[in-house]
């Protein structure tokens, strides 16, 4: 019966859940944009606490059960505590929960990093702090979520070939990012495929 549950029940619920979460995101940066309240020399936390401002003030929100908070800690059950360890914890910018009637928990993450056309230091870090941390090994990688690339110079499709670039560069040019739709894309790994948002400010 568990068997059943879980692949009958749990998996249309949680793609539902994740497709929810994206959408609330999505919506916040429209909005963000509409009421022109990012600044292009923002650093990513304060872009981030405007959207999930916007995030939580949004009805669907409510209608949907999901909670959210910023700067979640990543708890290592594996470490013994000591005093000062949680400031050494991994934080993820983002996470959106809902707690379902069947009691199922469900959690999606959201990573952001700054994005500008002409700043190959940021797309490098965009992979190295961003793509790799959600692939195995990296600090994310138990998660269930998505990068989102701020972008505050250029265009999306500039800053996602500089990306590219330094992929196929580092021999991996199967993992490049192609876009799916609009401003939702996606990359390929060897051991799973993550989804990336580009929300652009400079428009």
């Known amino acids: 019966m568990a068997g059943i549950l879980s ?3 749990f998996l249309p619920f ?6 929810r979460c994206v959408t609330l995101f999505t919506e916040a940066y429209y909005t963000s944009i509409h009421n022109q309240v990012i600044a292009l020399d923002f650093d990513e936390n304060d872009i981030t606490a405007i959207l999930h401002n ?3 003030e949004n009805p669907k929100r409510i209608n949907w059960r999901i909670s959210s908070n910023v700067e979640n800690f990543n708890f290592d059950k594996n470490i013994i505590p000591y005093k000062g360890f949680a400031a050494k914890l991994s934080r993820i910018d983002m996470r959106l929960t809902n707690i379902s009637w069947l009691k199922n928990e469900y959690t999606y993450y959201i990573e952001a990093k700054n ?3 002409n700043n190959s230091g940021l797309k490098r870090r965009y992979i190295d702090t961003g793509i790799d941390n959600f692939l195995p090994g990296g600090k994310y990688h138990e998660c269930e979520g998505i990068l989102v690339g701020y972008i505050l110079e250029g265009k999306a499709n500039e800053c996602v070939d500089g990306i590219n670039k330094l992929l196929k560069k580092d021999e991996r040019e199967s993992e490049i990012i192609f876009q799916k739709k609009d401003i939702n894309y996606q990359s390929n790994h060897s051991e799973k495929s993550l989804n990336h948002l580009f929300f652009n400010f400079t428009n």
């Open 54 to 56: 916007y995030v939580d």
């Open 14 to 19: 949680q793609n539902k859940f994740e497709i």
């Open 115 to 117: 994005l500008k056309s």
């Open 7 to 9: 692949s009958s029940i």
